[in-house]
């Protein structure tokens, strides 16, 4: 598993000569969509399959990469851009990229590193790291890799539990909460359930009280014992009055992850939300739900003006990252890929994929014509090729 990765990944995959780009020792693959293929290789299978699938036929997680792939971009030419900027305003500050990387929960399922070695590369790359509440590092730890650190809040049937956690979010330094809002239960992810998925003894809830995530280490044939843990722990029937509560309490800047329909992110910009992420969560929640990307105008048409709109699901390229802002996104969230490339090459890995992600946008920029990211939410966009 992990520990090998490094190992391999230096054995299969020779040093360029010189003069060619690498991180720390770690050989780059061409894109950033290929850590896919690296971290397939060092990966248990079962660790691969929970990062990789979705939910049920896993149809809204096919859905999402597609509608990107139709999203075709019409280039302006002639503008005089020889080397556009790339840096961006997020909620809470302006950063190296319109990217923030996503919260993912048990980094260390995927590197012994896990969560300080990703926080590390994005410290380095200028972008914010999302902290899930489901990290096995605690926040603490976390933020002390340095960085703009956000924390991700999901709400636990504790409520002494949520106050106790923003609390450590607001004293660790973390400067913006996002707070996700489509996870009332898991989705069914069947190819956890087929592999009977538990999590190994040395990848825990850590910020949780210890014994809380004793469900999530209980494999048993046929059962996702994630799926029972966070049906244990997490509250299910939030409200709009829960987001009010939450806005009072913190005065951070607070994103709303999970939002699909306008409605929704019209009542979260009332409530006062500083951004909404529209996300199905990486096709892993209500399969049947549409690529993110296919509401993204329409939540932009209807709080683009009042509030932040992020993007994630399917995100695999700068080009990606171009399309996403061409429709009117604010930025996106970076997921899966950097998760591969944190199994691939721990945090020289991470750099090594957010260096190609920022080239990757630089080299759309310039192609499009565009001298920073506020141009490129200017570009005509045609769906369907
Ligand atoms: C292994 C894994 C764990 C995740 N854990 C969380 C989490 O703890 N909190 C959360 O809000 N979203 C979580 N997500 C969803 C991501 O934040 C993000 O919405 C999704 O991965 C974006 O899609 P992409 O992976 O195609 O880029 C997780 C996703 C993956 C793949």
Redesign the pocket.
Known sequence: MAESSDSLVVASRPAPAAGGSTTAGFVPPACLADFAELARVVLPAEVWD???GGSGTEST?AA?RAALDRVAVLPRVLTGVDRPRTDAALPGGTYALPVAV?????QK?LHPDGEPALAAAARAAGVPY?T????STPIEEIAAAGGPIWF?L?WLRDRGLVADLLARAHAAGCTAL?V?V??PVLGRRLRDVRNGFALPPHVTAANLPAGRDDLAHQGTPGVSAVAVHTGAVFAPALSWADLAWLRERTPLPLLV??VLDPRDAVRAAEVGADAV?V??????QFDGAPASVAVLPDVVAAVGERCAVLL?????SGTDVLRALALGATGV?????L?WALAAGGQAGAEAALTLLAAELRDALTLTGCADPAAARHLRTRTGG
């Open positions: 929970f990062v990789a997680l999402n996503a919260p993912m929960a048990y399922l999302v899930s509440t489901l990290s991700q999901y996002m996700t489509d996870v992850k999970g992420v996300s199905n969560h990486g096709g892993r994630d699901s399917g995100i695999r969230l970076v997921g899966r890929p998760l």
